[in-house]
DNA sequence: CAAAAACATGTATATATTTACATATATAAA
DNA sequence: TTTATATATGTAAATATATACATGTTTTTG
């Protein structure tokens, strides 16, 4: 195995919401669960169908202009025990954060070696830029208080831009010291 | 492909550090570098060979005890330049922070889910202890001040340290607000 | 109205990663 | 001194993931 297939969980978590296709899914990474887990639609299609196999989910045709059928699926009752029983499950694992730049950063020895501010710098605009999208996404999600209908939603986002604005706190610390 | 094969350039970069065996690149993942990454030993073997056909690295053999042989790997030159290209390369991505428990509270909509409190308990149980190691880990590299030989290594971990600060700090917050 | 972008669904291939299988020596602890 | 643990090195098999290949429709934009 590479992993508990934690994919299987997003897609009957995501379809507990909602009915999606496949493609819909595959876009549901661009948004806020992107921060925490991504996945191409190579990936998910056939996953879909093992799922549908395993009788987890279910869809019905659906047909977009003249032609063109999309599959929207949904989940079983059986996917919903399946999914609880995931959610109930202890997560008694802490994974690595994979991070390029982090290791690279691991190797670079020196505070004169001249491949650091450059790499500090383009990491700093990065996370600032993906700090600002967050903090957009926040702010179109849940526009004000009393609109945190979704708990798990908003916390994920709240914990997304706490990070990068941590992120992005320390890079800009170094890069004052390393520049002084 | 999954992923441009970031574990031979971390291999590349202890070597760059001293001459390791491949249990000691295994257990390099428990340490510091284990933050940001993780490989078991039925990877590191495979490629510390792949690699040393690729001319990137060599070895020679030591004798521990009587008769048990060592792999004593170090960086050739050939390896040195792929490394330092590689740390030279930008780096535009930032991947996704895979995170089991954070899937998992997505999917959790209401305060009142009566899995959210075990869960948040768990998780800053956990953090909590990470974070207590990995300050252990800096007073005994870093002892003072002036012991940061080690830029890198010093910065990676002061990231982990504030990291799982912030993570623990969210996580009571959140117990607060759901207990109250 | 033409072209570009978004919608929609797959498959194939290569590689990365995890878990399990397998074995042996050296050292520390009971 | 025996036993457990740490050191040390591999392979096999299964699964996950990424990139590339492949195709067609619908909607938006210039």
Same mark, same amino acid.
């Given at each position: 195995?590479?992993?508990?297939?934690?994919?299987?969980?997003i897609?009957?978590?995501?379809?507990?919401?909602?009915?999606?296709?496949?493609?819909?899914?595959?876009k549901?990474?661009?948004?806020?669960?992107?921060?925490?887990?991504?996945?191409?639609?190579?990936?998910?299609?056939?996953? @879909?169908?093992?799922?549908?196999?395993? #009788?987890?989910?279910?869809?019905?045709?659906?047909?977009?202009?003249?032609?063109?059928?999309?599959?929207?699926?949904?989940?079983?009752? #059986?996917? =919903?025990?399946?999914?609880?029983?995931?959610? !109930?499950?202890p997560?008694p694992?802490? !994974?690595?954060?994979?991070?390029?730049?982090i290791?690279?950063?691991?190797?670079?020895?020196?505070a004169?070696?001249?491949? @650091?501010?450059?790499?500090?710098?383009?990491?700093? +605009?990065?996370h600032q830029?993906? @700090?600002?999208?967050l =903090?957009?996404q926040?702010?179109?999600?849940?526009?004000?208080?009393?609109?945190?209908?979704n708990?798990?939603?908003?916390?994920? @986002? +709240?914990h997304?831009? +706490?990070?990068?604005?941590?992120?992005?706190?320390?890079? +800009?610390?170094?890069?004052? =010291?390393?520049?002084?």
């Amino acid at each position: 195995m590479a992993q508990r297939n934690q994919l299987k969980y997003i897609i009957l978590g995501l379809l507990s919401e909602k009915k999606l296709t496949g493609y819909d899914i595959t876009k549901a990474f661009d948004s806020d669960i992107g921060e925490f887990w991504s996945a191409n639609h190579s990936q998910i299609y056939p996953l @879909l169908k093992r799922l549908e196999d395993d #009788a987890l989910i279910t869809h019905e045709l659906e047909l977009v202009g003249e032609k063109l059928e999309k599959k929207l699926y949904s989940i079983t009752s #059986a996917g =919903k025990t399946v999914l609880r029983e995931w959610l !109930s499950e202890p997560t008694p694992e802490i !994974s690595a954060t994979k991070d390029e730049f982090i290791l690279k950063l691991y190797f670079i020895h020196s505070a004169d070696d001249p491949l @650091l501010l450059p790499m500090l710098t383009e990491q700093h +605009q990065l996370h600032q830029a993906k @700090l600002t999208h967050l =903090k957009n996404q926040m702010s179109r999600k849940f526009p004000d208080e009393t609109s945190q209908n979704n708990l798990g939603h908003f916390l994920i @986002l +709240q914990h997304a831009i +706490q990070r990068e604005t941590r992120y992005t706190a320390w890079l +800009q610390d170094i890069i004052d =010291k390393v520049s002084r």
